[in-house]
């Protein structure tokens, strides 16, 4: 079958779609796909929930869906980087190899006409600057799921009134300094790296908090999720960079474009 896209586009960047998870967003994330293609597609970690899986199984056709897209925009010429992360650690072990015409690495340097060498890594690697302890990262789990929970039964109630979308768990990191300070302490970890590699930006995935930005003279890029705020970012022909929110219909977050700043709708 032969699919007509609304947006073909230099670059693509997707991470934490958790496939496999009951609070994975497949049916958005489906619909974001069938409408988009690039050149190149990066997906920058936990795109299948190992863990998830090894403890439920939890498979809808929605997801064998969008599993089966990836493999065969692929095969349709789409360059396709998979870097796994750490609910996929077990891909790792493949890098350097090829899955059905999908490359895995466990850290990619894409070059950008426009914005130069981007370093992509899932950002898991961050995390020990993250939690003080072992103990306080159990807790923080633990407050996610409840944090998802609520997420899932304000949206069905929003959806049973006509309303669209609206992330709970974004809201909720924008309302706590102490979210605000971690999202924060990520971010300069990144920048960090990117600074010692001597590349001109990074992109990275894992914390669930989207952002589009420079920052120390390093573009910092993280991608998001498709679990509660549903982001990708784009990288159109002209070398404009968007940060979008897709759900029912697609919300603009951020943008750059380039030799100019970042501009927040």
């Known amino acids: 079958m032969t699919q007509t896209f609304s947006a073909y586009h ?5 991470s934490d779609l958790h496939l496999g998870e009951k609070h994975c967003k497949a049916d958005y994330l489906l619909s974001f796909l069938e409408k988009h293609d690039a050149e190149q597609l990066f997906l920058v970690g936990d795109v299948v929930d190992i863990q998830a899986l090894s403890r439920r199984h939890f498979w809808p056709e ?4 969008v599993f089966d897209l990836l493999c065969q925009r692929a095969r349709n010429g789409c360059k396709v980087i998979y870097i796994p992360g750490n609910h996929d650690i ?16 466990q850290e990619y340097i894409y070059d950008s006409p426009y914005h130069g060498r981007l370093l992509m ?35 069905l109630s929003r959806r049973s009134f006509g309303l669209q979308y609206q992330s709970v768990a ?21 920048i960090q790296r990117a600074i010692a590699d001597d590349v001109d930006g990074i ?9 589009l930005r420079t920052q120390a003279d390093k573009l910092y890029i993280n ?13 159109h022909m002209d070398g404009r960079l968007e940060l979008n929110h897709y759900s029912e219909a697609k919300k603009p977050l951020q943008r750059l474009v380039p030799q100019q700043a970042v501009v927040t709708s």
């Open 90 to 105: 077990q891909m790792r072990q493949y890098a350097g190899g090829v899955f059905d015409t999908i490359e895995i690495h």
């Open 223 to 235: 991608t998001g999720d498709w679990v509660e705020n549903c982001t990708a970012v784009i990288e």
């Open 10 to 14: 230099r670059a693509i960047w997707l």
């Open 170 to 190: 974004r809201m909720l990191k924008r309302c706590s300094s102490k979210a605000e300070r971690a999202m924060s302490r990520f971010r300069h970890a990144a």
């Open 62 to 65: 929605k997801h064998q869906q």
């Open 121 to 155: 890594l899932h950002g898991d690697v961050f995390d020990r600057q993250l939690c003080s302890s072992k103990l306080e990262a159990w807790f923080g789990d633990r407050a996610y799921d409840l944090v998802l929970f609520l997420n899932r039964i304000w949206n």
């Open 203 to 211: 992109v990275c995935g894992h914390i669930h908090f989207p952002e």
